[in-house]
Protein backbone atom coordinates (compact mmCIF):
# COMPACT_ATOMS: atom_id res chain seq x y z
CA UNK A 1 0.00 0.00 0.00
CA UNK A 2 1.32 3.25 -0.73
CA UNK A 3 0.49 6.73 0.74
CA UNK A 4 1.12 10.71 -0.74
CA UNK A 5 1.24 13.31 1.79
CA UNK A 6 3.38 16.13 3.27
CA UNK A 7 3.48 16.12 7.09
CA UNK A 8 2.26 19.01 9.04
CA UNK A 9 2.61 20.76 12.21
CA UNK A 10 -0.68 19.61 13.23
CA UNK A 11 0.42 15.80 12.39
CA UNK A 12 3.45 15.66 14.97
CA UNK A 13 1.34 17.35 17.94
CA UNK A 14 -1.21 14.66 17.05
CA UNK A 15 1.30 12.09 16.96
CA UNK A 16 3.36 13.19 19.90
CA UNK A 17 0.22 13.83 22.50
CA UNK A 18 -1.02 10.28 21.14
CA UNK A 19 2.20 9.12 22.33
CA UNK A 20 2.25 10.76 25.85
CA UNK A 21 -1.34 8.81 26.34
CA UNK A 22 -0.15 5.09 25.00
CA UNK A 23 3.55 4.56 26.10
CA UNK A 24 5.60 4.16 28.91
CA UNK A 25 8.09 7.03 26.90
CA UNK A 26 5.51 9.23 26.54
CA UNK A 27 4.25 8.88 29.87
CA UNK A 28 7.79 9.46 31.44
CA UNK A 29 8.39 12.33 29.35
CA UNK A 30 5.45 13.77 30.69
CA UNK A 31 6.65 12.95 34.37
CA UNK A 32 10.43 14.83 33.63
CA UNK A 33 8.42 18.29 32.57
CA UNK A 34 5.75 18.20 35.43
CA UNK A 35 7.25 16.96 38.42
CA UNK A 36 9.93 19.82 38.93
CA UNK A 37 7.33 22.44 37.35
CA UNK A 38 5.11 21.19 40.64
CA UNK A 39 7.59 20.99 43.04
CA UNK A 40 9.11 24.48 42.08
CA UNK A 41 5.60 25.54 42.43
CA UNK A 42 5.62 23.94 46.10
CA UNK A 43 8.35 25.32 46.86
CA UNK A 44 7.44 28.43 46.26
CA UNK A 45 3.99 28.04 48.27
CA UNK A 46 5.76 26.73 51.34
CA UNK A 47 8.07 29.93 51.19
CA UNK A 48 5.73 32.41 50.68
CA UNK A 49 3.54 30.99 53.65
CA UNK A 50 6.94 31.64 55.56
CA UNK A 51 7.29 34.87 54.02
CA UNK A 52 10.42 33.89 52.53
CA UNK A 53 9.24 33.76 49.05
CA UNK A 54 11.07 36.56 46.80
CA UNK A 55 10.56 37.32 43.16
CA UNK A 56 12.93 34.99 41.86
CA UNK A 57 11.06 31.90 43.32
CA UNK A 58 7.94 33.44 41.69
CA UNK A 59 10.10 33.85 38.57
CA UNK A 60 11.26 30.07 38.50
CA UNK A 61 8.45 28.54 39.59
CA UNK A 62 5.86 30.52 36.77
CA UNK A 63 9.10 29.20 34.11
CA UNK A 64 8.81 25.85 35.57
CA UNK A 65 5.10 25.27 34.52
CA UNK A 66 5.72 27.53 31.69
CA UNK A 67 8.07 24.96 30.29
CA UNK A 68 6.03 21.99 30.88
CA UNK A 69 3.26 23.40 29.44
CA UNK A 70 4.91 24.14 26.01
CA UNK A 71 7.22 21.65 25.77
CA UNK A 72 5.47 19.12 23.82
CA UNK A 73 4.36 22.23 21.20
CA UNK A 74 8.20 22.83 20.99
CA UNK A 75 9.09 19.07 20.78
CA UNK A 76 6.55 18.45 18.03
CA UNK A 77 7.79 22.03 16.18
CA UNK A 78 11.09 20.92 15.99
CA UNK A 79 10.79 17.33 14.68
CA UNK A 80 8.21 19.01 11.88
CA UNK A 81 11.66 21.41 11.22
CA UNK A 82 13.80 18.68 10.86
CA UNK A 83 11.34 16.94 8.85
CA UNK A 84 10.36 19.69 6.77
CA UNK A 85 13.98 20.29 5.94
CA UNK A 86 14.35 16.62 4.51
CA UNK A 87 11.84 17.56 1.77
CA UNK A 88 8.22 18.40 1.32
CA UNK A 89 5.61 15.80 0.18
CA UNK A 90 6.55 12.16 0.72
CA UNK A 91 6.19 8.65 -0.59
CA UNK A 92 5.42 5.84 2.22
CA UNK A 93 5.11 1.77 1.09
CA UNK A 94 3.19 -0.26 3.38
CA UNK A 95 4.07 -3.89 3.00
CA UNK A 96 4.98 -7.34 4.17
CA UNK A 97 8.66 -6.19 4.32
CA UNK A 98 7.72 -3.26 6.41
CA UNK A 99 7.40 0.64 6.13
CA UNK A 100 9.71 2.63 3.83
CA UNK A 101 9.81 6.59 4.00
CA UNK A 102 11.16 8.39 0.76
CA UNK A 103 11.75 11.95 0.02
CA UNK A 104 13.93 13.95 -1.77
CA UNK A 105 16.55 12.79 0.73
CA UNK A 106 16.28 9.40 0.37
CA UNK A 107 14.43 6.42 1.53
CA UNK A 108 14.62 5.06 4.73
CA UNK A 109 12.97 1.55 5.34
CA UNK A 110 11.95 0.10 8.73
CA UNK A 111 11.66 -4.14 9.08
CA UNK A 112 8.68 -5.03 10.89
CA UNK A 113 11.09 -6.48 13.21
CA UNK A 114 11.99 -2.98 14.32
CA UNK A 115 8.98 -1.86 15.49
CA UNK A 116 6.53 -3.27 18.21
CA UNK A 117 3.23 -1.65 17.73
CA UNK A 118 0.78 1.29 16.41
CA UNK A 119 -1.53 3.96 17.59
CA UNK A 120 -4.37 5.05 15.51
CA UNK A 121 -5.95 8.94 16.32
CA UNK A 122 -8.45 10.37 14.48
CA UNK A 123 -6.34 11.80 11.87
CA UNK A 124 -3.48 9.75 12.03
CA UNK A 125 -1.19 6.15 12.02
CA UNK A 126 1.76 5.81 14.27
CA UNK A 127 4.52 2.72 14.02
CA UNK A 128 6.43 2.68 17.23
CA UNK A 129 9.32 1.42 17.90
CA UNK A 130 10.07 -1.16 20.94
CA UNK A 131 10.85 1.50 23.59
CA UNK A 132 7.54 3.23 21.54
CA UNK A 133 10.40 6.72 21.53
CA UNK A 134 10.64 6.53 18.15
CA UNK A 135 7.89 6.62 15.77
CA UNK A 136 6.59 6.79 12.46
CA UNK A 137 3.74 8.83 11.29
CA UNK A 138 1.61 7.34 8.94
CA UNK A 139 -1.10 9.92 7.95
CA UNK A 140 -4.17 8.95 7.12
CA UNK A 141 -4.86 11.73 4.60
CA UNK A 142 -2.44 9.90 2.18
CA UNK A 143 -4.53 6.91 1.27
CA UNK A 144 -7.97 6.48 -0.13
CA UNK A 145 -8.18 3.38 1.99
CA UNK A 146 -7.47 3.38 5.84
CA UNK A 147 -8.81 0.47 6.64
CA UNK A 148 -6.42 -1.28 4.39
CA UNK A 149 -3.62 0.14 6.30
CA UNK A 150 -5.21 -0.71 9.43
CA UNK A 151 -5.37 -4.16 8.59
CA UNK A 152 -2.07 -4.22 7.37
CA UNK A 153 -0.45 -2.70 10.31
CA UNK A 154 -2.63 -5.09 12.31
CA UNK A 155 -0.95 -7.87 10.52
CA UNK A 156 2.27 -7.25 11.61
CA UNK A 157 2.00 -5.37 14.31
CA UNK A 158 0.07 -4.86 17.55
CA UNK A 159 -1.90 -1.99 18.44
CA UNK A 160 -1.27 -0.24 21.36
CA UNK A 161 -4.65 1.76 23.01
CA UNK A 162 -7.72 2.07 21.89
CA UNK A 163 -8.53 2.48 17.71
CA UNK A 164 -9.94 5.94 16.66
CA UNK A 165 -13.88 6.12 15.65
CA UNK A 166 -13.99 4.71 12.01
CA UNK A 167 -15.05 7.20 9.30
CA UNK A 168 -14.23 8.97 6.23
CA UNK A 169 -10.29 9.77 6.07
CA UNK A 170 -10.14 13.72 6.02
CA UNK A 171 -8.93 15.58 2.84
CA UNK A 172 -5.54 16.45 2.04
CA UNK A 173 -4.85 20.11 3.16
CA UNK A 174 -3.28 22.27 0.72
Not at 89 to 115: E, F, I, Y
Request: hydrophobic fraction near 50%.
Amino acid sequence: MELAYTPTGEDFREAFAAQARHTTAGRLARVVWWVPAAVSLLGGALKLADGGAGVSDAVAAAAMAALALFAPRLQAALAHRRVSRRGGPRTVVVDDAGVSVTDRCGTQTRAWATLSGFVETAHLFLALNRSGSCLLILAKRGTSDPDALRALLARHLAPVGRPAPAGPAPQARV
